[in-house]
Every structure is written in C-alpha cells, then in structure tokens.
C-alpha cells in the first residue's frame, strides 16, 4: 500500500485511451505494424489465459478436465457452480464479504473525506506534517503492528468480529483515501468554499453542499478501490477472522479450495464466483478503476 | 504554513480568531481518521519496539530480554536462508515484469487500434484477488491436471524444493507486469513526440530511439517503479502463504511468512516483532535514500 512518494496529481493522470492518435505523426505509428500486434497478442494471451482456463474448467467434469485442461467445455453443464455454492457456503461468505465491503467503503469515505476537507480548504497548523506522516505511513509493513494489533484486539473481543476486521480495513485504506480525494479537492477552487463562508455557511454545510458535490468523482473512485480491496483481501481476514460462519469469500475460497484441491471443476466454479463480480465491474469501470489504483500504488 | 502564522500577528484580532477557529475545526475533521491510525497502526508499531526487546509469547506477559531477539535473528540460519530468498525474489521481481511491462507499454504506444482493449487484458490479474490468483495457477501447475501434463512434463512445480520459489515468483510476476505496463504507458504518453522525431531525423533507429528517448522520458516512474518493487519484496507474502506456505522444507520462505510462523505457529511474538522491526527499518533507510535523491533533484533533471 504504498501511496508514498508519489505525487497524486501524477498518478491520478489516466492515460487517454487514443492518446496515441491526435499528437504522433502517422509516420511513427505505421512501423509497429502486425510484428507489434502479434508481440501484444502473445502478452494478452498470458494475461488472461489462465482466467479463461479456470472460466472453461467451471464448466467441465474432472474426467473432461483431466484429459484436456485449457480446452474450451463440451457441454454447459452448471453442475460445479451449484455444486460448490452449497458446498462453499457462499450465500453466507457473499453476506459476510458485503457486509465488511459496505462497511469499510462508507466508513473510510467519512473518515477520509473529513481529512482531505482539512487538509485541502481548511487552515491546519501542522497540516504539511499530517500529510507526511500519510505518505509514509503508508508505506509501512503490516509486520510491524501485526502482533500487538492481535493481542490488543484479542483484548477487545474483536477478533472473530466483522466490526473488527471493518475497523482495520479504516485505517490501513483511509490515508490512501485521504491522499487520493485531497488531490481531489485541491482542484476546487478556494472562492467556492470562501464564498458559502460569507454567506453564513457552517464547515458541515461547505462540506456537505459545496465540497462533496464538486468531489463525488473522487469518492467514487475512492469507493470502487477500497471495494476491491475488501473484497479480495487475504492477510487480514485470514488472521482475524477463525470462525467459517464469518468468514469474507476470499479466505472462505481459500479453505474451500484447500477441501477439495483435487476437484478442479468444483474449484473452478468457486473462483468464477469471486472474480467474475470484479472482472465485470473492471470492464465497466475500466479508467476509474486504473486511475484510484495507479494512484494507489501498491497495495 | 510558517508565514500564515507570522501574518496574524499584524492583523486585526477578528482574523486571528477566525483563523484559531478555523485550526480547531481542522483537526476536529482529522481526529477520526488519526485517532484510528494511533489505534490500529502506531500504538501497535511502538509497542513492537518495546516487545522485540522482549521473550513474549503474544499472550500473557512479557520479560525483557534486551537485544536477544537481534542477536538470535543475525545467527538464525532460517532468517539467513529467507533473506537469501528475498533476494532471489527481489533480482526475479525486479526484472521479469518491469522488462515485461516496458515491452507491453512500448509497443502499445506505438499502436493505433485497440490500445485501450490490450491495456485492459494487461491489467486484470491485478484486479482478480491474489487467492483467485493462485489457485488458478495452482492447477496449471500441478502435475496431474495442469499445463505440465499437456506436454508432458510430469514435475510438481509448487511441491519440488528446487523450484517452489522460482514457481512462485513466476505467478507473481503474472499478475505483476500488466499492472507495470499501464503506469509506463501513460508515462511514455506524456513524451513529447517531436524528440521522437528528432531521434529518426538524426537516423537512430527504433531501439535506439527507446534507449535515448524512452527511458530517459520515463526516468520518474522508472524509479518509483523500482522503489515500489524493493518494497514490495521486503513485503512479499500473500502467494507464498497461499501457494506453498514457505515449503517444501523451507525452499520457498521469506522473511514475512518466517516472521508470521514465529508470531502465530511458534508464540515467539516478542522474536517476530525484532523481524518486523528490522524488515521496517531497512523499508526506512530505502524510503530515505529515494526522498533524499530526490530531493537532490536526480528525479526531474
């Protein structure tokens, strides 16, 4: 998670998607030619044959998938995926992984979007240091406050606790958050706000009437980022949440996948599960989703 | 901020007041989010300074032991092999996907069509969740039912000493590069293209104008990239604690899951907190050194 040391004005920039077309000469543009385009199909092969692999085997039997691994199915015989959403118990992880998805996106939007409020329109002494101390922050390992993070939340009865996870989801994603919807409310103008001020405006009302309207892109972007992140999050929910009825998709997949690690088509079905929602909502959401996480770094 | 201060001083009381005001509104809009930090990140982080000087077990108390913990790491022949990984890791990590990214973000800038439909295809193992990630590649890559029997390779990637890290490494690199590729392309974007056509009128040909307008117009993110990468392999351990949980026989453990072990399978938490600790103060000294290169102005020169 290393927002670190980039500048979010840089890293926000959104490559266009011809950028190529208006600004090059078409001189330059004909030499990459079909030895580019085969070079680019070999690397999108690689991407995403292996998705496409385990999207084919959700559909196959295990005999089928034994004796031809990557081929295409026979037949769309939806046995796995009933198979493994009652076996999974996958109604119950998908409740549990929106819940902690609900949860940490609101939460971090309020937390995050009162800081960068401060940080941007507001006059804070000591302000530059927060700022600082988010970038570096940031950057971090978790090994460094895992082990008393567990002993301190032991403590407080919030291991095995969707609160307790949402909580740490909060803090390790809201000053990505902060950053990212600062660099975004920089770009409104200070009179907007100066302006509501002079008309009798309190700081909640600027935020909420003013600020946030002008802002919504970057809190969407800020949502859809820390969506994903719940969603797919491993290292947290694995060590704080033991119990299977609490369990979030990711981790619940994990120890399904570890059950029945010889049944590919089973296993297969499962994973369909948890990344078609992502896949499908990348492709919508293609340049929100490159922008938050190019911003975001690294995590 | 400093001038802002000064400022007051000369101006009319009701200024000064506003400004008091506006500074106590400020940090009331901060407290949620730093007292969530002082709870979950830097309490934490500075009790790990206190019991990695300590024999705590990660329950119960703790007794103090002084520098035991370092002591122990430096002549631990576990911590020495997992270095000597994180190393390999490092080397592996550090060029298979950045000279994969480079190649991808290159040639797509040289394209006309379909550049946006490519870009997406790159980045999507980045998006699809790191367990997806490797149980996808734990079946191509097991010996009964993966790409290894289609051609006849009968070898237990995941299961064989010689090559649980290298295979690792691999899947992480998968889904690395493409992330990679989409950073350097809108880095390549923002070059002016006239020095492209500077380059081919001074008759240098298609490499020679990446290695002399390219790299050098990429420099910024170059080095971020690198700096991401030597943090992202002191921090490595998502698809190893999938993939094969440091094993066979240690063959593929890092200092991340060795530490993570020692916490949670071995109570050895006050040990562990010394390896986290030095894990962040080598994260330190390189954050350091790249703000103070930076600093210097070598990034924007």
């Known amino acids: 998670m290393t927002t670190t040391v980039i500048d979010p004005e840089t890293a926000t920039r959104t490559p266009r998607p011809s950028a190529g077309t208006p600004r090059r000469p078409g001189r330059r543009q004909t030499g990459g030619g079909a030895g580019a385009y085969i070079v680019l199909i070999v690397l999108a092969l690689f991407a995403i044959g292996p998705l496409v692999a385990v999207a084919f085997n959700a559909f196959k039997s295990n005999a089928e998938i034994g004796a031809n691994p990557l081929a295409p199915p026979d037949s769309l015989s939806l046995h796995n995926f009933t198979e493994a959403w009652t076996r999974g118990d996958f109604a119950t992880t998908m409740r549990n992984s929106l819940i902690i998805c609900l949860g940490s996106v609101i939460g971090t939007c309020v937390i995050a979007g009162l800081a960068a409020y401060a940080l941007s329109h507001l006059q804070v002494p000591g302000g530059g240091v927060v700022v600082g101390y988010l970038f570096l922050g940031s950057a971090l390992p978790v090994q460094l406050f895992l082990v008393p993070l567990f002993f301190l939340w032991t403590q407080l009865h919030l291991v095995d606790n969707l609160f307790g996870l949402i909580v740490i989801y909060w803090a390790t994603d809201a000053p990505f958050a902060t950053l990212l919807l600062r660099s975004f409310l920089l770009k409104i103008p200070k009179d907007y706000t100066e302006a509501a001020r002079l008309d009798g405006a309190s700081d909640l009302q600027i935020a909420r009437r003013v600020v946030l309207p002008l802002a919504w892109p970057g809190f969407l972007t800020v949502a859809l980022i820390v969506a994903l992140w719940s969603w797919n999050e491993f290292f947290w929910a694995i060590t704080f949440i033991h119990d299977p009825k609490l369990r979030p998709v990711a981790t619940s997949f994990l120890a399904f996948q570890d059950q029945y690690s010889t049944d590919w088509g089973m296993t297969s079905a499962a994973a369909i599960f948890m990344l078609g929602p992502v896949v499908l909502l990348f492709l919508v959401l293609q340049r929100r989703f490159v922008s938050g996480l190019t911003a975001g770094g690294l995590k | ?301």
Do not use: C
Request: net charge neutral.
């Open chain 2, 1 to 301: 901020m400093t001038t802002a201060v000064a400022g007051t001083a000369v101006r009319a009381p009701g200024a000064a007041r506003a400004r008091r005001r506006s500074a106590v509104i400020g940090w009331a809009f901060l407290a949620p989010l730093l007292v969530l930090n002082l709870l979950v990140v830097l309490g934490p982080s500075i009790a790990t300074v206190y019991y990695s000087l300590t024999d705590w077990s990660g329950l119960g108390p703790a007794k103090f032991i002084g520098l035991a913990n370092y002591t122990k790491a430096f002549a631990d022949p576990d911590v020495h092999q997992a270095v000597l990984h994180n190393a390999i890791w490092f080397v592996l990590f550090g060029s298979v996907p950045l000279a994969m990214g480079l190649l991808g973000a290159y040639l797509l800038s040289q394209i006309r069509r379909f550049q946006v439909l490519f870009r997406a295809l790159y980045f999507i193992p980045y998006v699809v969740a790191s367990v997806v990630n490797a149980a996808v590649w734990k079946m191509l890559l097991s010996p009964t039912s993966g790409l290894g029997q289609l051609v006849g390779i009968d070898h237990s990637w995941l299961g064989d000493t010689g090559t649980s890290l290298l295979s690792v490494n691999f899947v992480v690199d998968w889904h690395w590069w493409g992330f990679l590729a989409v950073i350097f392309l809108a880095s390549m974007q923002s070059i002016d293209p006239q020095l492209y056509d500077a380059a081919s009128v001074d008759g240098a040909n298609r490499w020679q104008q990446f290695l002399s307008v390219t790299l050098p117009g990429i420099r910024p993110t170059m080095i971020f990239v690198i700096l991401m990468t030597v943090i992202w392999t002191l921090k490595a351990f998502d698809y190893i604690f999938i993939m094969t949980q440091g094993g066979p026989a240690g063959s593929s453990e890092v200092v991340s899951t060795l530490m993570y072990k020692q916490a949670f399978n071995e109570y050895s938490a006050g040990y562990a907190a010394a390896l986290g600790l030095s894990m962040t103060a080598i994260t330190a000294v390189i954050l350091a050194v790249y703000q103070y290169l930076r600093k210097k102005g070598w990034e924007d020169e």
